[in-house]
């Protein structure tokens, strides 16, 4: 099937806390990944990417895990903010289908002080 | 450098009325979509225009129609707006079809 699917549709979690946001995909021919965060009333920011050739890539505050072999990845913030508090979504880049972007349907992280 | 803009950021029109939305990028990107987004649907491709000169349909083509003006500029049109186009909707922009896209702030469409 063509899905980009995310497990849990809200996460709360206390400030200073690491977050956890977990997607699974379902097209073993996905070869790039990226993370997107949208706060309310703004669209989709670019976190972080990961291509299929790696396992972990790190950003500011922010890692991205891949598991190519159940299909799986996550992203984690560290030291949760509450500027952090957004809807993230998954978004798998079909390269093999001319750069087709599926996004899942998103995570609401919600930050407590 | 404002990257993606788009105009206007609210809108409301009565069923049958015509729109359209407009998209300019200063990223010299050669890519442009249009998205829209609904409750519990998460982003969904209406067209996209992989280059100037080109134009295709995505996801849910339908009730829409796309002019690629030229590299900045991708516009969205509604020729006889319904209910059911009621929804946010994003222009995003990358230098290929294959990168990572970027996207404007979007544009609050109700329909009545």
């Known amino acids: 099937g063509e899905s980009v699917g995310l497990h849990l549709p809200t996460l709360s979690v206390q400030e200073g806390d690491n977050s956890i946001i977990n997607c699974a995909y379902s097209n073993s021919a996905s070869d790039y990944f990226i993370w997107y965060k949208q706060e309310s009333g703004k669209g989709p920011q670019f976190i972080i990417d990961i291509r299929s050739n790696m396992d972990k890539r790190q950003g500011q505050r922010v890692t991205v895990l891949l598991n190519k072999t159940v299909k799986h990845l996550s992203l984690q913030i560290a030291a949760t903010q509450p500027g952090d508090s957004a809807v993230y979504f998954c978004a798998e880049n079909r390269r093999n289908q001319g750069g087709k972007l599926i996004f899942g349907q998103g995570t609401e992280l919600s930050v407590k002080p | 450098n404002a990257g993606v803009t788009q105009t206007p950021k609210f809108q409301v029109l009565k069923t049958g009325q015509s729109m359209t939305l407009q998209c300019a990028q200063d990223?010299?990107?050669?890519?442009m979509y249009w998205y829209r987004q609904d409750p519990g649907m998460g982003l969904r491709l209406i067209y996209y225009s992989a280059s100037e000169g080109t134009t295709d349909k995505g996801e849910v083509p339908n009730g829409y129609n796309v002019s690629r003006l030229n590299k900045r500029e991708f516009s969205l049109r509604l020729e006889s707006a319904a209910p059911s186009q009621t929804s946010v909707y994003f222009c995003a922009t990358d230098r290929a079809r294959t990168d990572t896209q970027y996207f404007g702030p979007g544009t609050r469409l109700t329909v009545l």
């Open positions: 990223m010299n990107h050669n890519s």
